[in-house]
Structure formats: C-alpha cells, structure tokens
C-alpha cells in the first residue's frame, strides 16, 4: 500500500514558477513508477508527466514539454514537478500518482497504469 501527499501548489502569474512535491509512504517508493496528472473544471483528469522507478525514464505530454520537469529522490520517498513559464491554462488540480510495484517495470508511457493516488493540490495561474 502507498500514501501519496502532495503539496507546493498555489497562485503564480502566468509566466511564473512552481514546484509541486509529492511525498510517499511505504517501504515500496523506489519500486514504483511515477505520474502527475492534472484535472482543470469539466475537462478530463490528464497524464501531465511521468517518471520510472529508477529516474532513467521519463514521460511528458506535448502541452507541458520544454516546461516541466519531473524528477524523484528515492532516498527521500519523493517525487517533484517543477513547473516552468506557466500559462493560465496550466490551472488545474494536480495529482501525484503511483503504479504498484508488482509489475515490476522500469519504463513509463503514457499508457502506464496507476493504482495509488493523492488527494491533489490546486494550482491556479492568472493571466
């Protein structure tokens, strides 16, 4: 079982900066590949990024490439989204989300399966 919390969300000016975390319990983080994916009002939840248990692996959907960033710290049970040049319609709640580790895969794509999911962290950005 994996806990997912996340935080670091807010309200940037488009242009701005945010680095979201997401904090894991459990002793299984380093065997879990990770995902952040986002849900704005009436549309539906999306991938926004990925990132393979080892970290040699990422994934991003073409809207947020060049921009964010996902990275983890298994030492640290952690994994981050740094969030570059945000547009306003980057707004959205974020959510981290993790695959469980009996597929024992290190690879993500976009068709990669999670099981375990945070309770989400807003992230609103004015124009």
């Known amino acids: 079982q994996v806990q997912l919390v996340e935080s670091g969300g807010g309200l940037v000016q488009a242009g701005g900066s945010l680095r979201l975390s997401c904090a894991a319990s459990?002793?299984?983080?380093?065997?879990?590949?990770m995902g952040w994916f986002r849900q704005a009002p009436g549309k539906e939840r999306e991938l926004v990024a990925a990132i393979s248990r080892s970290g040699h692996n990422t994934y991003y959907a073409d809207s947020v490439k060049g921009r964010f960033t996902i990275s983890r710290d298994n030492a640290k049970n952690t994994v981050y989204l740094q969030m570059n040049s945000l547009k306003p319609e980057d707004t959205a709640v974020y959510y981290c989300?993790?695959?469980?580790?009996?597929?024992?895969?290190?690879?993500?794509?976009?068709?990669?399966?999670?099981?375990?999911w945070g309770q989400g962290t807003q992230v609103t950005v004015s124009s």
């Open positions: 459990g002793r299984t983080f380093s065997r879990n590949n």
């Open positions: 989300a993790a695959d469980s580790d009996i597929y024992n895969t290190d690879y993500v794509s976009a068709g990669t399966r999670y099981d375990y």
